[in-house]
Each structure stands twice: as C-alpha cells, then as structure tokens.
C-alpha cells in the first residue's frame, strides 16, 4: 500500500517561513519523481514544484521561485519544501504526490497523492 504523508504546516504570518515534509512509504523512492501541488478555497490544484528522482533537476512554479526550495532525501523516503517569505496568497492546501520516474507539471500525471497540510499565511 502506497502511502504519503504531509507534515509541518500551520498558521504564520506574511514575510515568514514554514518547512512541510512528505514521507513516503510502499514503493521504491528513488524510482519516482515527486511534487508539490495546493488548492486554495474555491481555486483549481496548482503546480508548486517538482523534483526529478535523484533530485538532480527541480521546477517552479513562477509564483514561488526564489521563494521556495523543493528538495528531497532519498535516504529518508522524505521530501520537504522549503518556504520563504510567504504571502497571504500562498494560503493552501498543500499536497506532495508521486509519479513513475519522469517528473511532470501536470497533477492528472500524478499516480500517488498526500491527504494534504493546512498553509495558512495571515497580513
């Protein structure tokens, strides 16, 4: 049974950070790409980033570069984003999923998904 697990969300203020972590479990790691995605209220799932296998190549959304750090431990069966100077805007459900060995943008491509971590971000 593929399962995948989201943590450290929570309520913080504009300009501060949080670290969600996602722990997989059920399937060989290392053998498939991994993303963020997040919906807010009322609003379609959005790309957030995406990390290749080995975590050798990453992808932004741009509404997160340079703000975000998608990153992962394959030791660890664990992935993390990483962000920085959050916004009211960023405000979410955040979701990590899993993918068969290519990383992509698109959540439909996505085989395995998280229950998702509350990201509230207040003004």
């Known amino acids: 049974q593929v399962v995948l697990v989201e943590s450290g969300g929570g309520l913080v203020q504009a300009g501060g950070s949080l670290r969600l972590s996602c722990a997989v479990s059920g399937l060989t790691f290392s053998s498939y790409a991994t993303a963020w995605f997040r919906q807010a209220p009322g609003k379609e799932r959005e790309f957030v980033a995406a990390i290749s296998r080995t975590g050798a190549n990453t992808n932004y959304a741009d509404s997160v570069k340079g703000r975000f750090t998608i990153s992962r431990d394959n030791a660890k069966n664990t992935m993390y984003l990483q962000m920085n100077s959050l916004k009211p805007e960023d405000t979410a459900v955040y979701y990590c999923?899993?993918?068969?060995?290519?990383?992509?943008?698109?959540?439909?491509?996505?085989?395995?998904w998280g229950q998702g971590s509350q990201v509230t971000v207040s003004s």
């Open positions: 999923a899993a993918r068969f060995y290519v990383m992509t943008r698109v959540a439909s491509e996505y085989d395995y």
